[in-house]
Nanobody, 129 residues
Framework: EVQLVESGGGLVQAGGSLRLSCAYSGFTFDGYVIGWFRQAPGKEREGVSCISLRDSSTYYVDSVKGRFTISRDRAKNTMYLQMNHLKPEDTAVYYC??????????????????????WGQGTQVTVSS
């Protein structure tokens, strides 16, 4: 059984930093991809970043490139999202998620919510101006 548990959300001023963590378990082979999504009030859930369990290759949505960094600790089975230079528009519930490989899709295409089977409970990030 796959389990994803997020932690690390909170309230921060604009320009500040936060690090989210996602403890994961139950992925039976290293072809899976894990990632971060976010959902702001009244908006659709959007993909933020992902990392391959096979080769640690990464992807970022344009709005967070240069500010967010995704990483993972193999020994701890934990994924991180280091968020720097936070903006009020980064305010959202952040979700950890996992999906199987999608060989017919680009990484960007595979960030569609419908392709992700496993989800954490979410953690709130609020950036004040």
């Amino acid at each position: 059984e796959v389990q994803l548990v997020e932690s690390g959300g909170g309230l921060v001023q604009a320009g500040g930093s936060l690090r989210l963590s996602c403890a994961y378990s139950g992925f039976t082979f290293d072809g899976y991809v894990i990632g971060w999504f976010r959902q702001a009030p009244g908006k659709e859930r959007e993909g933020v970043s992902c990392i391959s369990l096979r080769d640690s290759s990464t992807y970022y949505v344009d709005s967070v490139k240069g500010r967010f960094t995704i990483s993972r600790d193999r020994a701890k089975n934990t994924m991180y999202l280091q968020m720097n230079h936070l903006k009020p528009e980064d305010t959202a519930v952040y979700y950890c998620a996992g999906r199987a490989p999608k060989p017919g899709l680009t990484t960007a295409q595979a960030m569609g919510v419908r392709y992700w089977r496993y989800w954490g409970q979410g953690t709130q990030v609020t950036v004040s101006s």
